[in-house]
Structures are given as structure tokens and as C-alpha cells.
């Protein structure tokens, strides 16, 4: 197709897209065999795409993000196809990339002729096993933990994220709209920032650690509780109701964004709730002594059973994989994994 060809060109050789060719493209990517032919000219030429400035690539899905804007644009011009139609396009979309356990999250519901909170309100659920990249109406963006959901919306002067589980957020800076993320335990107030926050129901501790900027803590009921200064992580229990500030480092606090986990000095039973979210299994530890065990791992491409076939040789366990079982509703358990003490 020769309109094709001469789009990659445009990539490649950092002349910018024309909205006609954005159009182009997605007409184009209609098909499995053409997503898997457009799949291959960008491995084919990524090096030069990448670096392109009109872009701004930081990774391969900031290029289908910026296809779908413009492509939701225009469909919202001419009206010709749904909002669940555009969905099943970009998660079609998304399918394509190299990176695992990655999926793009853009979607939100646009209505001009009336304005309401519903007008930039979203909802971005992570898949078990993935981190989802989510593209806010703001113009924030960040990255949802696996098994996590977040839900967004925009009304009365105010950005407000509903979260359960973890994610990391890009802040856009907008000083008349403050940016409240809101969980079980806490919440975090910020104008535009960088930060991390952890925050699963099930979990007696819950954390938000800032990269950049400033953020201001609060209670759920608005009380202040603390400024928290790049660099520093705020921890919270439910058992004792209280909270702790300390330093922490972004690669331990961040590295997830990236597909890796890191474990500093953590206990085996901190460990294993980690390996739970990373690996989406269950982790029992069946005696308790083995719980306070120091574990230090950096785990990126890893299989499971050679993280714990490793955890084997250093520390004094042994265990068992329990493979998934059917439930009465006629769905399956996770994986479940039982570590014991070997001597």
C-alpha cells in the first residue's frame, strides 16, 4: 500500500504526521494482517522512530496513544462509530506491542454538547498479570498496578482519582484544579507531581512514595497529616492506625513500572505479598519462623519456579506449586504456592 508506506517514511525520516495520515493509519489497522505488517516496519526502523522530537517516544505505546487520540478526535467529528467500537480498536491495538504484560488505557467518554462530571470521567481496570499505562483527560498519565482499578473524574474545581490497588502517576501542573487521589486509608492532594502509591484493601500497610514535586497527605476525613519532599515515603497501618515517614529509593519504590521487582532487605512474608501481585498467584508460608527471613532480589524476566528454585539455594526453604483448581461457579483459582522450612 503505497499511502502506507509513505507514512513509515514520514517516521522514519522525522517529517510529522498529518491528520490524514492518523486517519490513515487507523483505517489501515483494521486488520490483523495489516497491525502485524505495521508491527514489523516498526521493529524495523524503531531506532529512528523513536527519537523523533514531534513524537516524544519514550516507549512503543506513546505512538499508539497519539494514533488513537487523533483518531478519536475525528471519530467524535463524524460520529460514525461508537466509543466501544474505538475501545475494542486500541485493545486490539495494544495487542501488538513487543513489551509484555503492557496495555494501553486511554478511554474516556466525551459528550460536547452536554457538559457534565461524565464528561471527563474514566474508569481503568488492570488485568491480573499486566501493568496498564493510563492516559488521564488532564493530560496526566502514569502506570496501574496488576489487579488494580482506578476510576477518575473531573467536576466542581476539583481532579478526583478513586483508587484500589497501586499505581504511579505523572501529575499535569494545574494550579486551579488540585489533584485528590483518594484510597481506604488515606488520601493525597498534589497540584503536579510525580509519585507512588499502594494501596490494596486486603493490605494492612499502605504507602505513597514521591519522586518529584510535593504532595500533601490526608486523612479520609481531610485532616492533615503530613508534606511529604522527593525522596521520602509515607507508610500507613490500618492495625495501628497511624503513619511513618523515611527515605526510599526510586528504583525499589518504581521499578514495577518497568516489568521488574525489586526486594531490599524485605521479610519473606512482605516478599511473598509482592510475588503474589507480580506472578498473580497465592503465597502461603507455612511455618511461621521462615516469615522474618531477609530476602534481597532483583526479578525482571524470571520465570516463578526459577525465583524460587534461587530463594531455594540461599535461604532454608522448599516448596510446593499447586495448580489452579476449578471452582464451583465453574472459574479457577489462582496458582498457589507453599514454602516450608527443609530442615
Known sequence: MIQFDQIIEKLRTR???SEDDYQLLYNYLQTEEHEQAFKKELENHWD???SRDDLVLNEPDELYYKIFYKAQELERKTKRRSIRNI???????AAILLIPLMVVAALYYFNQESPSMAQNSITVESPQNSRTRFFLPDGSSGWLQAGSVLQYAQADGLRAVDLMGGAFFEVAKDANHPFVVSTHSFKVKVLGTRFNVEAYENDDISSVFLEEGSVEMLGNNNEHQAVLQPGQEYTYSSVDNAFNIAQATAEEQLSWTKGILVLKNKSLLDAAKELETFYNVDIEIADKELESLPVYAKIENE???EVLEITKLILPIRYKIEHPKRLKDGSFSKRKV???SNQ
Open 48 to 50: 529512528e522512530v523513536s
Open 15 to 17: 517529517v510529522s504526521l
Open 338 to 340: 507453599v514454602i516450608s
Open 87 to 93: 475501545g475494542q480498536w486500541v485493545q486490539r491495538i
Open 303 to 305: 520465570r516463578l519456579e
